[in-house]
């Protein structure tokens, strides 16, 4: 048939303008058109039906610019006219196949380079999905109402992931789409004020299904795509709306490798594009593991093969161009085994596309540049032979026409000089592919020691590399096959199977890491173990951290550090399983906190018990920071700090809605320098002391943040002791009162004491009127020499009351001679003495008033650095003590072992801590005896 004939005739016949038939007859485009309907009869009989579509190339000049979302979105506007409902479907079928056929006569005449082929088509089916998304919602929202999000009362959403070809924008001419649906927010439909008994995952389900209906009918129009939803967590049999925490979960505890392959190209594509970025972001670890399991190669190599025997057979490896051998598929699977592999160190790598994995892995030397070239040239050879095969009729293959004049044709329309020279070079090419995959994979078949590992496991004799890895992780000479039988299996009888030991080898691969800095790591295994008991089957717990080695050096971390941490995971398990699905590496401020404490239960009793676990989880989230390093000791001490001001804010809401308590914090924590399990020292102001509504809101206070859980301690261990008249004293004083006890009863610590208070929470208007009490009571009023004698006299009775027996001076880091109180002290005194003529000395952190001090030139540089580095040292000496026992402590552990451990947990030898600590309690004593000469004597002991 001679296409082009009948087209000039169709367009005669049609009295299309004369300039239009000039296009055709000018500039090749003749030629060109006769190209496209030689690779695609289809395509040739389009403009014959539908010779308005050349009148659109000619005027548009679309032939020689690339379409995206706004090009086509304004093609769109004027293709759809006004129509609507089905009429609209239709005519966006054939806004499809117009701008298929578009690109087709593109490609074949190389006005556009395969990169851009791709991106046109993935753009178009972008556009074409969000397009019906879009109607189908609009629609279902205007009848039954708008899904809403009870838990935070804003609208529900539903996302939709593109994965495949579309999700690495590579997309083909009748390439399936892969998508999966994601929702955010449970709860009913909403209209206006009212709420309906319809349930947003019924509305999400009705969208999801017409949107597929749409997508897939076939009509004279020809259809839009065709819609793959099985590559969704538990395919087939699984939700088909999936709620993104369930998702997370389900790859982090259940995700196989195809999924990671999968997940490497997945992006938003349709309906609320952030519901899909959040996921991503939550799967971020998973796609792009920072220490990939050494099995990974060997199952994309099983993979492929399962590819070969069960979908092609051997009579079709060589025909197929997408799954055969040396085929695209090889070309992607080699770009995505080097992506898993290497991505989650190298963020260039982090990408959806093939292509530019494949230019990506040069810039970090992980191929050479020669065979990137090669591989992309070989990839858009293969494209382009795909393409032609499919666009032919529009249908779905993969595979090269059979020997004979089709194959001859194509191998013509490709630019070869026979159907020889095709397959001569697609031979040359996919031998060279083929290798280059090949090379990925070890050839030795124990690499693992898998059979050495299961010799051990199960009559305990240790082959010369599996004692040395014990030795290196346990110590040398340590007895460590039962822990380990009982670390994977979970009881002694249990039998061992291949599938428990290649999880365990898998997972073992992150061990020199994970134990390398435990002070005990055998017992930290015994401990994990345990936890592995509440958190679920075995199987499932070794695969959990094998397939995120950062959560079980996470786990390694918190159980060797803290006995506390332990029993509250153990009997809380569900707290790691919400870090697991949340952003954990962030500092959180006030405001954060604030917000998702609003989202806790209604009901009084429900909130108490939600707010201690929150507030566990918060306190295991920071540690986790600390020990990871990802927040500083400040950080630290200023995110537990924020999490105590939020939580008293709130429940001060709660019991004071009137707002006639004002809360100020004291001490460490006035100071924001709180640690794992300390106290909040609190003051209650209020307008009366004896009225029974103060006195009822400052009780639920004290109840609702002073909830206890049995052997695990309360949300906050809250104490007024330091409130005026102490514990005989009204819980709840005023502000006329505090300004009559300090006019004529409180003693000089007292009001020192005032030096670190801080407003938390309450009336701004008696906060104003408090601070400016305090100003003046601390700084105003001129500081005596009887003060000064009191200070003095107070740090030598702490002194003796404190240490009284023997070394308990030297254990004593807070109280004795030269330890933090000293500093404490000293800053407090800088306070008093001068904070009148230096404002900037008026606050509540020791850190910062030191440097102030210096400032203002009250102590030397070379003393704040002193100062600065013994502080440090003795706060990370509290840090870690308190994190392991969760309690008050103020003196080094007496116990060589325990003393050992705290070394190691500061990175230090104990040698090398022993001399540290002595250095630091020297330099402090001698430091704070030169500038206050009036306790030398007091110091005067060496330590």
Known sequence: MDFLEELRQVLATSQSEASIVAWLESSGRATEFERLAEASPLYGRLPLRQPQIIAWLADSGALDIPFGIGRYAHHWKEFAGEASGEALYSKLRQFRRWH????????????????????ELSSLADFCLQTVFQQVWDKWEQKLGTPWDEE?????????????????????????????????????????????????????LRVCQEMMQVISKRTADGFLYNVDLRLRPEGAAGQLIIPINAAVNYYFTRGQTWERMMLLKARAVAGEKDVCGEFLELVHTFRYPRHPPVSLPQDVAAMKQRMEKEVLGEARLQLNLKNGYGGIREIEFFAQILQLVHAGRYPFLQTPSTREAIRQLTRYNLIQPELKTFLLETYDLLRRLEHRAQMRDEQQTHDLPPSGPDRARLAKSMGYASEEALDADLKERRDRVRRNYADLFPHTEDHRHEDEWGDFLGSGKASAFVQSKIDQWFGAGTEASKDLHEFILGAPDASLTREHLTLFVDLAENFDEAFKGLARPLRTLRRISRFAERYGARKQFLKTCGLNPSFFHVLCLLFDRSEFIFKLLCKHPEIMEELLLHSVRRQKSRSDLLDELQHGPKDPDAFTRWLWLFVKAEQVRASINGLLEDFTLVDLEQQ???LADAVLACALDRVDPEGQLLVVALGKYGGKELAL??????????????????????????KLVSYKEIELGRTFDLDFRLRPHGQDGPLVTTLAALKRYHEKHAQTWERQMLTRA?????????????????????????????????????????????????????????????GLIDIEFLAQRLQLRHGRDYPQLRTANTRTMLRAAADAQLITEEKLDLFEKAYTFYRRIELHLRREAHESVSELPAGDETLHDLALWMKLTPANFEAQYREHRSAVQLAVAELLPSLEQVLAPSV
């Open 640 to 642: 537990l700090s924020e």
């Open 677 to 702: 399990g300390s106290d909040l020292d609190l003051m209650l102001v209020g307008p009366s002391a004896n009225d029974d509504t103060v006195l009822q809101a400052a009780r639920a206070l004290d």
């Open 152 to 204: 935070n009362d804003v609208p529900a959403k539903l996302g939709v992931l593109g994965l495949g070809k579309l999700g690495s924008e590579e997309l083909n001419f009748c390439s399936d789409v892969d998508l999966i649906f994601l929702s955010e927010g449970q709860g009913h439909l909403k209209r206006g004020e009212r709420i309906s008994g319809t349930t947003n995952g019924e509305f999400f």
């Open 758 to 818: 801080r407003v938390v929470a309450g009336d701004p208007e008696l906060e104003r009127q408090f601070e400016t009490w305090r100003q003046a009571r601390v700084y105003e009023t001129p500081f005596t020499e009887e003060e000064e004698a009191d200070m003095d006299r107070m740090r030598e009775r702490i002194l003796t009351e404190k240490t009284k027996g023997e070394g308990e001076d030297y254990r004593a880091f807070k109280v004795g001679r030269g």
């Open 100 to 119: 298929s056929m578009r690109i087709a006569w593109r490609e074949v005449n190389e006005l556009a380079p395969m990169r851009v082929t791709l991106k």
